[in-house]
């Protein structure tokens, strides 16, 4: 049988396909696998205590779910910033950093995500922030921030896994070529839309590309804003203030991009 000349990407493919990974991989995972136990164990216990551990209390109707929520977010637009910029720009640098500045920015959003629907107090019941067909009529408080979050992060998680996606869609190409097994073949050609490296694909790759990173910069400053909004429409002392969308649009940055720099 005749063998594939081995391409530029070959050694990059073969790490993702490999069967066998070596001792600093495992022992990565088993570090990640020990702290999501230990989130999950301490998201139960505020499930089951109740969120007044997190110092959440009249008149403080936030507290240390609003610093993680408010943290992630501003991780994610830094991040997605960054990788929008070097799209835009069309800078060497987006072959070797993208893919890690846009994977973070959309994870930064689920984990942001987990905050406000813990901070219910009975997470179970977050589809009432939804806008779903109620029989009884009982609509969601659109004057809540609550409401506002979901709206939010939806949007954000869209815009985001859009970059993401996107901009793998030749690299799932190349592991659906490098792969051995028929199923994982078949499993990475679907999610690779037929992409065959042709200039008329490149072409339109480039298109879409460029336009979802240009949904970003808006995005990024709506997104700030509303988070900074859940402070300012409040009475709080220190809280109440209309420059806080303007400081959180600037901390954010500097938070994403401090993550894509490490």
């Keep these: 049988m005749p063998t594939e000349r081995p391409t530029s990407t070959s050694p990059v493919a073969a790490v993702a396909l490999s069967p066998h990974f070596g ?13 999501v136990l230990l989130l999950a164990y301490t998201l139960v216990t505020v499930s089951a205590i109740g969120i007044g551990i997190w110092g959440v209390n009249i008149p403080f109707v936030w507290g240390f779910d609003l610093i993680n929520y408010a943290w992630w977010i501003g991780i994610a637009n830094g991040a997605s910033l960054f990788a929008a910029v070097l799209v835009l720009r069309r800078h060497d640098l987006r072959t070797s950093v993208n893919r890690f500045a846009e994977g973070a920015a959309f994870f930064a959003v689920i984990c ?16 009432w922030t939804f806008p779903y067909p109620a029989t009884y009529e009982v609509w969601p408080q659109f004057r809540s921030t609550l409401t506002w979050d979901f709206w939010a992060i939806s949007t954000h998680a869209i815009i985001t896994s859009l970059l993401w996606y996107v901009g793998l869609i030749p690299d799932l190409a190349t592991l659906r070529d490098s792969a051995r097994h028929r199923s994982v073949k078949r499993i990475y050609g679907f999610f690779a839309l037929g992409w065959r490296g042709s200039i008329r694909h490149w072409s339109y790759h480039q298109r879409a590309y460029r336009l979802v990173a240009i949904l970003v910069l808006p995005l990024i400053l709506v997104m700030q804003s509303t988070v900074a909004f859940e402070f300012a429409v409040t009475l709080v002392p220190d809280w109440h203030e209309t420059r806080q969308p303007l400081h959180f649009v600037a901390t954010g940055l500097a938070q994403g991009l401090s993550i894509v720099l490490l």
């Design 112 to 127: 942001a995500g987990i905050f406000p629907i813990f901070h219910l107090g009975r997470p179970w019941l977050f589809y």
């Design 23 to 35: 001792s600093t991989w495992w022992i990565s995972l088993l570090l990640a696998g020990a702290l």
